[in-house]
């Protein structure tokens, strides 16, 4: 249904196989302070659930937790990997500074501030690293 795929949706305009998260969450979701859960949302290649916190006492940071089932990592997932998308409040304004994962910086090819994206290429060997995604914004 539509609330789904703004939540999780496959990209169908290009010939990249990649999947999106977030594409089309309303910005008044992600005012500081909320949070957003989805629990087991479904997907051509298995599961995944995730979480995205925008931080009350840090303004423009938002964690970011995804969690993949068992048959979505023996899938391999999409070609293209996954594509993360934070509508923050405060856009053009404010934009996507940096990203990490599992404490280490993402590189700035990875990030798309104008797009508000943070891209994904391929599903970390380590797939917990997912887990643990910070996004600061400014």
Same mark, same amino acid.
């Given at each position: ?68 089932? #068992? ?20 856009? #053009? ?46």
């Amino acid at each position: 249904d539509a609330t789904s795929r703004q939540l999780v949706s496959a990209n169908t305009s290009s010939t990249v196989d990649r999947l999106w998260i977030g594409k089309a969450i309303p910005r008044a979701w992600l005012a500081p302070g909320l949070e957003i859960i989805i629990k087991n949302a479904t997907s051509s290649y298995g599961r995944l659930s995730f979480t995205i916190i925008a931080s009350n006492s840090t303004v423009g940071q938002y964690n970011v937790c995804i969690q993949l089932s #068992p048959e979505f990592i023996a899938s391999g997932g999409p070609k293209g990997g996954l594509k993360l998308r934070i509508r923050a409040p405060g856009y #053009p304004q404010t934009q996507i500074k940096s990203a990490t994962m599992a404490g280490k910086v993402m590189a700035g090819s990875t990030i798309n501030a104008s797009e508000e994206t943070v891209t994904f290429a391929q599903i970390p060997t380590k797939a917990t690293d997912l887990e643990q995604i910070v996004i600061t914004i400014v």
